[in-house]
């Protein structure tokens, strides 16, 4: 079955630090996509990186990077110099295929960060 | 570009009573999935549409459903709420241009209370 596994509940981390977010996922399908998405206290998601798991290099999108290790069944999505407005829920995600060829998305229980000044 | 739009934004409905959600997904986005949010079993796929057909289905009672028109419009209904009914119901959209990218936009919510 897939599974997506987020260990941390909530972090706090000191504002210009760099913040390591934790995700390990389970899948027997070759072919997957891997997400990170932000929740803000607004509810909105807010997508912030993605990574194909035939991707050779790991993705990054300006302060974000996912450190994609995929031996290990771990997507670890790393924020450098964290900032106030980075105080959020965050969500890892997985997008695979079905037996039915269509594709649905399954999220951790998240990590709520918070951002000390 | 306008993003993904749901309505409406809160409501509050009595157990027995059906609602119906909207979603317009972002321009040119064929691909529409929706999701349920409570704090006690997280984040939840429900169904996902594409081209007016349902691709995909959670593990929902029948209670759910959900259709999508020709314009990528998507619509959910929930039928004889329960108060466990409650809950933020996210729509997403996404171009989908195979099966294993494309990312996926929310919009706000929508935010249902059955009382």
């Known amino acids: 079955a897939q599974k997506i596994t987020q260990t941390q509940p909530g972090m706090f981390v000191q504002e210009k630090e760099a913040v390591t977010l934790d995700c390990t996922y389970d899948?027997?399908?070759?072919?997957?996509?891997l997400f990170w998405y932000k929740q803000p206290s607004s509810g909105e998601m807010i997508f912030l990186i993605y990574?194909?798991?035939?991707?050779?290099q790991n993705a990054t999108e300006g302060r974000y990077s996912l450190n994609f290790q995929k031996a290990r069944k771990s997507a670890n999505l790393v924020i450098s110099a964290s900032q106030l407005g980075d105080s959020a829920m965050y969500f890892c995600a997985m997008r695979e295929v079905s037996y039915s060829s269509a594709s649905k998305i399954i999220f951790g229980s998240g990590t709520r960060l918070s951002i000390r000044p | 570009k306008a993003g993904v739009t749901q309505t409406p934004r809160y409501l509050i409905k009595t157990r027995g009573q059906q609602v119906t959600l909207s979603c317009s997904p972002i321009?040119?986005?064929?691909?529409v999935s929706w999701y349920q949010q409570t704090p006690g079993q997280g984040l939840q796929f429900l169904f996902e549409?594409?081209?007016?057909?349902?691709?995909n289905k959670g593990n929902f009672p029948g209670r759910f459903s959900g259709r999508q028109f020709s314009n990528s419009r998507s619509e959910m209904n929930v039928s004889t709420l329960e108060l466990g009914d409650s809950a933020l119901y996210l729509c997403?959209?996404?171009?989908?241009?195979?099966?294993?990218?494309?990312?996926?936009?929310f919009g706000e919510g929508s935010r249902l209370t059955v009382l």
């Open positions: 549409y594409f081209s007016e057909t349902q691709r």
């Open positions: 990574q194909g798991s035939y991707d050779q």
């Open positions: 899948t027997s399908d070759p072919s997957y996509g």
């Open positions: 321009s040119g986005h064929r691909s």
């Open positions: 997403a959209s996404s171009f989908n241009r195979d099966k294993y990218t494309g990312e996926l936009f």
